[in-house]
């Protein structure tokens, strides 16, 4: 660990809450459609439907958005009503709406860590709602870059490495998703930290355990600073 010199953030749900707004509006989508629809097969098909997209669209919440019009327009054989299609755009306004908040303590690691190490964002979506986030949560000052990737492969975090112009023994990344925050980075030749969020993606889940000599996985952002010791 004396190794480490840039410490790489992931935003939603590492950050700030996120996840969360997404499985609320899910649930208020399959309730009007529930006249179309049973809300387990709503469930299913959304996720299909996104992952249809996701090659298309990409991560965030219009992409979303636009995956819960389709959907609707699918499940209804295109007879869901104008009013409910004005709902799902609200939905999708209320999200990029919604206030940030903070987890536990993330400002007060942040503010420590900044003194002794680069700290940056490294992170999937849209580019304008992610800048948006960033700016009403007031944690701009502490990040040295922004990365807003299109996905979390070690391509991207390559490039991303490539691009801060230092080795990957000396980058470490913390994140709530093994599979986009921890597998790809290990694979490169970096440190991971995974700090596990309550709820994950469908889509980020993987069914494995990681254990490796440059991975660790934390209860909470406070625990970074004794980790790091």
């Keep these: 660990m004396k190794n480490i010199k840039t410490i790489a953030f992931d935003a939603d749900d590492t950050l700030w809450v996120n996840e969360t707004f997404f499985r609320d509006a899910e649930h208020t989508f399959c309730e009007l459609l529930s006249d179309y629809i049973d809300y387990d097969n709503c469930q299913k098909r959304l996720f299909e439907m996104e992952m249809r997209n996701l090659a298309l669209y990409g991560y965030g919440i219009k992409p979303f958005t636009l995956s819960l019009i389709e959907c609707a327009q699918e499940v209804s054989d295109g007879k869901v009503s104008?009013?409910?299609?004005?709902?799902?755009?609200?939905?999708?306004?209320?999200?990029?709406?919604?206030?940030?908040?903070?987890l536990p303590?993330?400002?007060?690691?942040?503010?420590?860590?900044?003194?002794?190490?680069?700290?940056?964002?490294?992170?999937?979506?849209?580019?304008?709602?992610?800048?948006?986030?960033?700016?009403k949560s007031g944690l701009s000052k502490y990040f040295h870059h922004i990365e807003v990737m299109s996905d979390k492969q070690p391509?991207?975090?390559?490039?991303?490495?490539?691009?801060?112009?230092?080795?990957?023994?000396?980058?470490?990344?913390?994140?709530?998703?093994?599979?986009?925050?921890?597998?790809?980075?290990?694979?490169?030749?970096?440190?991971?930290?995974?700090?596990?969020?309550?709820?994950?993606?469908?889509?980020?889940?993987?069914?494995?355990?990681?254990?490796?000599?440059?991975?660790?996985?934390?209860?909470?952002?406070?625990?970074?600073?004794?980790?790091?010791?």
């Design 82 to 102: 104008n009013a409910i299609i004005g709902d799902i755009i609200d939905l999708g306004k209320d999200m990029l709406n919604a206030p940030v908040t903070l």
């Design 105 to 135: 303590h993330i400002e007060e690691v942040l503010e420590e860590l900044s003194k002794d190490y680069k700290l940056v964002v490294a992170t999937k979506g849209d580019l304008l709602d992610q800048e948006r986030k960033l700016e």
């Design 155 to 229: 391509a991207n975090y390559l490039k991303l490495i490539k691009h801060l112009d230092i080795d990957p023994t000396s980058f470490l990344m913390v994140g709530n998703s093994l599979k986009s925050d921890v597998l790809p980075v290990l694979e490169v030749g970096s440190y991971a930290v995974h700090i596990p969020f309550h709820t994950t993606w469908a889509h980020e889940q993987v069914d494995i355990e990681v254990s490796h000599e440059r991975f660790k996985c934390l209860e909470d952002a406070r625990s970074l600073s004794s980790f790091l010791s």
